[in-house]
């Protein structure tokens, strides 16, 4: 059975830094890229970053392109999330998710249970 | 502002069938395929369909997806009650480096 389990939210301040992590288990991890989705308070989805399996390929949605990165420990079967320069506007419900299928396509089959980040004074 | 658009709001009554649109451009639903999600407050979406029309195990053949062009649907027959839930469009974007893109939601209510 897949397993996503995220951890790392929390409160920080304006300008504030953060890494998240997602440990995965169930599958062969490094066969398959993954992303990062956000869900604000009562708001939409949001994809913000996409690392292949080999760590090589790397995306950003323009909202967090310079202050988050992205990257993979295949060895530990662990995603990251470091991010910088935190926003009110960043305050989310933060997701790791694996595709259906080993591509870029966005149909993510499994889902972590999220993790909050909290931005604020 | 989301890159691919759907109507904030649907509604229907149990047996019925309802369609959900999804509208694009060229750099994503036009050239790319369509996923859709199901959202329950307080939890992960699920996904319902993917490769525009595709059903992962599990998925009731209730839900169904098509595209044509820029655009996408979702059309759910038979609604049911506990259909009453948030449905997400998705797909690549290739605009600039590429990326993933969601439409805004679509709150589905049965009457």
């Known amino acids: 059975e897949v397993q996503l389990v995220e951890s790392g939210g929390g409160l920080v301040q304006p300008g504030g830094s953060l890494r998240l992590s997602c440990a995965a288990s169930g599958f062969t991890f490094s066969n398959y890229p993954m992303t990062w989705v956000r869900q604000a308070p009562g708001k939409g989805l949001e994809w913000i970053s996409g690392v292949s399996g080999s760590g090589s390929g790397i995306f950003y949605a323009a909202s967090v392109k310079g202050r988050y990165t992205i990257s993979r420990d295949n060895s530990k079967n662990t995603l990251y999330l470091q991010m910088n320069g935190l926003r009110v506007e960043d305050t989310a419900v933060y997701y790791c998710?694996?595709?259906?299928?080993?591509?870029?396509?966005?149909?993510?089959?499994?889902w972590g249970q999220g993790t909050l980040v909290t931005v604020s004074s | 502002q989301s890159v691919l658009t759907q109507p904030p709001s649907a509604s229907g009554t149990p047996g019925q069938r309802v369609t959900i649109s999804c509208s694009g451009s060229s750099s994503n639903i036009g050239r790319n395929s369509v996923n859709w999600y199901q959202q329950f407050p307080g939890t992960a979406p699920k996904l319902l369909i993917y490769?525009?029309?595709q059903r992962p195990s599990g998925v009731p053949d209730r839900f169904s997806g098509s595209n044509s062009g820029t655009s996408a649907s979702l059309a759910i027959s038979g609604l049911q009650s506990d259909d009453e839930a948030d449905y997400y469009c998705a797909a690549w974007d290739d605009t600039l480096s590429g990326q993933g893109v969601f439409g805004g939601g679509t709150k589905l209510t049965v009457l």
């Open positions: 998710a694996k595709p259906l299928r080993s591509t870029w396509s966005p149909g993510f089959d499994s």
């Open positions: 490769s525009n029309n």
